[in-house]
């Protein structure tokens, strides 16, 4: 059973950046990515990757600012977000799943998530 373990959230003020990781463990699903969730609302996608080809998927909120990369060698997929709003403020959680596609709309597997705070 794949396991993933995010780290690198924290607190940081607007327009700075984080870089998020990703460690995948056991069975591996070919695709991974990141949702997160703020305060009242829904879970919501971010951005995909898959392990093969490399291909990536991400929300238009957050397209030109977050860049997702995966290292196949440490199975570990990273997120790193530039120029941050407020507005990101949320629980980041990884996630994985046979395909982008299936990734985007329901996860197999997710992490425990990690909490990003941009202050304004």
């Known amino acids: 059973q794949v396991q993933l373990v995010e780290s690198g959230g924290g607190l940081v003020q607007a327009g700075g950046s984080l870089r998020l990781s990703c460690a995948a463990s056991g069975r591996t699903f070919s695709a991974m990515g990141w949702f997160r969730q703020a305060p009242g609302k829904e879970r919501e996608f971010v951005s995909a990757?898959?392990?093969?080809?490399?291909?990536?998927s991400y929300a238009e909120s957050v397209k030109g600012r977050f860049t997702i990369s995966r290292d196949n060698a440490k199975s570990t997929v990273y997120l790193q977000m530039d120029s941050l709003k407020p507005e990101d403020t949320a629980v980041y959680y990884c996630?994985?799943?046979?395909?982008?596609?299936?990734?985007?709309?329901?996860?197999?597997?997710w992490g425990q998530g990690t909490q990003v705070t941009v202050s304004s």
């Open positions: 996630a994985a799943a046979p395909t982008i596609v299936v990734l985007t709309t329901t996860p197999t597997r």
């Open positions: 990757i898959s392990w093969g080809r490399g291909s990536t």
